[in-house]
T-cell receptor, first 116, second 113 residues
């Protein structure tokens, strides 16, 4: 069972470069999320999606864009990378609707991104 | 002030010790309380989940919620070196758009043999 798969696992970028992080889930989940994790800050929500073709801003959306063209994939884009975006990025997915707030989120193993 | 506060540690205990991990929160709308465990270089995985107040036990793990004090705890009995990880509390309100979770900062736990 693959669950939530993130690619790439590691990446080093130069300031100003762009890149796309890919998240794929095989659990037919409706909801998907992108977080960043920084020391002492916990997990902070960047963007999320409640279904194919939908996206919404989270707590720290600036400098990022997302797309959910297919239900199983959620892409996170950095148009012009900045050193402040050096972080570990996690994708998660969850089944259910707004009524199912108790459903757990399932996480991938992260993408470690360094921006020089 | 953050919505969820968690002591980041690090916390180091000898094998067999009882471990207590705690979070406080400010939003009285939170009804779902979760504990995630995160091993080094891995994603978080759900460990315990409780709804509203009360206790829940699963093997060596017990989760407690005290809504009147806005305080949740995770107890680990007979701790093992394999319990060494970062523990994250997470919370959500009923009906929140998108099922968003609010996470604590995480507590790094090390269990020494």
């Amino acid at each position: 069972n693959a669950g939530v798969t993130q690619t790439p696992k590691f990446r080093v970028l130069k300031t100003g470069q762009s890149m796309t992080l890919l998240c794929a889930q095989d659990m037919n989940h409706e909801y998907m999320y992108w977080y960043r994790q920084d020391p002492g800050m916990g997990l902070r929500l960047i963007h999320y999606s409640v279904g194919e073709g939908t996206t919404a801003k989270g707590e720290v959306p600036d400098g990022y864009n997302v797309s959910r063209l297919k239900k199983q994939n959620f892409l996170l884009g950095l148009e012009s990378a900045a050193p402040s975006q050096t972080s570990v990025y996690f994708c998660a997915s969850r089944q259910g609707s707004v009524r199912d707030s108790n459903q757990p989120q399932h996480f991938g193993d992260g993408t470690r991104l360094s921006i020089l | 002030q953050k919505e969820v506060e968690q002591d980041p540690g690090p916390l180091s205990v000898p094998e067999g010790a009882i471990v207590s991990l705690n979070c406080t929160y400010s939003n009285s709308a939170f009804q779902y309380f979760m504990w995630y465990r995160q091993y080094s270089r891995k994603g978080p995985e759900l460990l315990m989940y409780t709804y509203s107040s009360g206790n829940k036990e699963d093997g060596r793990f017990t989760a407690q919620v005290d809504k009147s004090s806005k305080y949740i705890s995770l107890f680990i009995r007979d701790s093992q070196p394999s319990d060494s990880a970062t523990y994250l509390c997470a919370m959500s309100a009923v009906g929140n758009q998108g099922g968003k979770l609010i996470f604590g900062q995480g507590t790094e736990l090390s269990v020494k043999p």
